[in-house]
């Protein structure tokens, strides 16, 4: 089992959904990442969390430490939201980073 | 910079040429790591400066691969020898001491070897 699990692997959606994308992970950690990657593109950062919840725009981040469970929500989906969104969690014992494999989000029009 | 500086953009060697991939983290960050993305995969760790604690190298393939980092700021990934196997596009980030710093890429450097 790895120790960062995204779900779902594909998602395909139509545009304005409400998606939500999860992260699991069985090690102790001192911050969890959520990460885009474009399609060719380079990765950009969406939110660093350690407790609670972050909002930026459309997108909204919760971390539940105790359950060991994330989730990055995007609302009124779009076309340039499709992308491959990457869980990444920082281990608290050595703070090296251990990934998911990725969530490939495709929204239609 | 205001970012995450790497070079060159793209490289395109013959097998058995070495390379030399150049990573200039933001200013500050203390943190280095490097991975490597062929097509269509995830990322691959290779590795990981933190100050001025012995790196951890455990990600690299082979004997081939070394990286260094000078002055705790750019970091240099050599690949000796190069094989076709190592075409990807290799990728640095970086990120504040103490582990719990945003991360920040670099475009990364697509490495080709024909």
Redesign the interface.
Same mark, same amino acid.
């Given at each position: 089992k790895n120790e960062v699990e995204q779900s779902p692997q594909n998602l395909t959606a139509q545009e304005g959904e409400f998606i939500t994308i999860n992260c699991s992970y069985s090690v102790g950690i %001192?911050?969890l990442?959520w #990460?885009q990657q474009h399609p060719g593109g /380079?990765?950009? %950062?969406l939110f660093?969390l350690?407790s609670g919840k972050k909002k930026h725009g459309r997108l909204i981040a919760t971390i539940n430490i105790q359950e060991k469970h994330s989730s990055l929500h995007i609302t009124a989906s779009h076309p340039r939201d499709s992308a491959v969104y990457?869980c990444?969690v920082?281990s608290r014992s050595?703070?090296? #980073?251990i990934?998911g494999? /990725?969530t490939k989000l495709i929204i239609k029009p | 910079g205001a970012g995450v500086s790497q070079s060159p953009s793209n490289k395109v060697t013959e097998k058995g040429k070495d390379v030399e991939l150049r990573c200039d983290p933001i200013s500050g960050h203390t943190a280095l790591y490097w991975y490597r993305q062929s097509l269509g995969q995830g990322l691959e760790f290779l590795i990981y400066f933190q100050g001025n604690s012995a790196p951890d190298k455990s990600g690299l393939p082979s004997d081939r691969f070394s990286a260094e980092r000078t002055g705790g700021s750019v970091s240099t990934l050599t690949i000796q020898r190069t094989q076709q196997e190592d075409s990807a596009v290799y990728l640095c980030a970086s990120s504040l001491e103490g582990g719990t710093g945003e991360l920040f890429f670099g475009e990364g450097s697509r490495l080709t070897v024909l």
């Open positions: %001192s911050a990442h #990460l /380079g990765i950009v %950062s660093m350690s990457i990444a920082r050595n703070y090296q #980073l990934w494999a /990725g | -």
